[in-house]
T-cell receptor
Framework: EAGVVQSPRYKIIEKKQPVAFWCNPISGHNTLYWYLQNLGQGPELLIRYENEEAVDDSQLPKDRFSAERLKGVDSTLKIQPAELGDSAVYLC??????????????FGPGTRLTVL | KQEVTQIPAALSVPEGENLVLNCSFTDSAIYNLQWFRQDPGKGLTSLLLIQSSQREQTSGRLNASLDKSSGRSTLYIAASQPGDSATYLCAVKTSYDKVIFGPGTSLSVIP
């Protein structure tokens, strides 16, 4: 079974430029998560999808971040414009179900973003 | 607001030693607690998940315990190996359905 796929693995951009990350979850997983992980810290949730619906986006900085999950499968996370403080690893995870579930989250390898 | 801490931040042990990693959380109203492993440059891999009604879970050389009343969990690794070197993170799922991660403990097992 293929795991969670993310691309690109690394991205270096100038500040104020846009950037997009893509995630393909494990087949059959209804729940998709985007996390931000700073160096030496644990992941922090940005947004959680149940199928196509964003059920928790309370931590997503909506002035510059946006996300979509068309058809309830792949997802894209976008930052426009990027700021220096956005440099971090962006992790995507998926699980069979999410809400009050005991299902394990499976993580992708992440995209390491560097903003210069 | 739930906060999760892990002590120590880093740990170095000789191969073969048994060791304990600690995780503390401030709100005992949790749904479950999970331990993850993260290798450099990679995502997280789930090791053990303990439901709020359980006291411990075991998988091979790993044993995780949960004491909700004191807000603590421990991950016990028996007979450590160099391949165990990684960062270990705990995460609690709160009663309001949020997953909060600790900062992790970086473990080095010296051959």
């Amino acid at each position: 079974e293929a795991g969670v796929v993310q691309s690109p693995r690394y991205k270096i951009i100038e500040k104020k430029q846009p950037v997009a990350f893509w995630c393909n979850p494990i087949s059959g997983h209804n729940t998709l998560y985007w996390y931000l992980q700073n160096l030496g810290q644990g992941p922090e949730l940005l947004i959680r999808y149940e199928n196509e619906e964003a059920v928790d986006d309370s931590q997503l900085p909506k002035d510059r971040f946006s996300a979509e999950r068309l058809k309830g499968v792949d997802s894209t996370l976008k930052i426009q414009p990027a700021e220096l403080g956005d440099s971090a690893v962006y992790l995507c995870a998926s699980s069979r179900s999410g809400t009050y579930s005991t299902d394990t989250q499976y993580f992708g390898p992440g995209t390491r973003l560097t903003v210069l | 607001k739930q906060e999760v801490t892990q002590i120590p931040a880093a740990l170095s042990v000789p191969e073969g030693e048994n060791l304990v990693l600690n995780c503390s959380f401030t709100d005992s109203a949790i749904y479950n607690l999970q331990w993850f492993r993260q290798d450099p440059g990679k995502g997280l891999t789930s090791l053990l998940l303990i439901q709020s009604s359980q006291r411990e879970q075991t998988s091979g050389r790993l044993n995780a315990s949960l004491d909700k009343s004191s807000g603590r969990s421990t991950l016990y690794i028996a007979a450590s190996q160099p391949g165990d070197s990684a960062t270990y993170l705990c995460a609690v799922k709160t009663s309001y359905d949020k997953v909060i991660f600790g900062p992790g403990t970086s473990l080095s097992v010296i051959p």
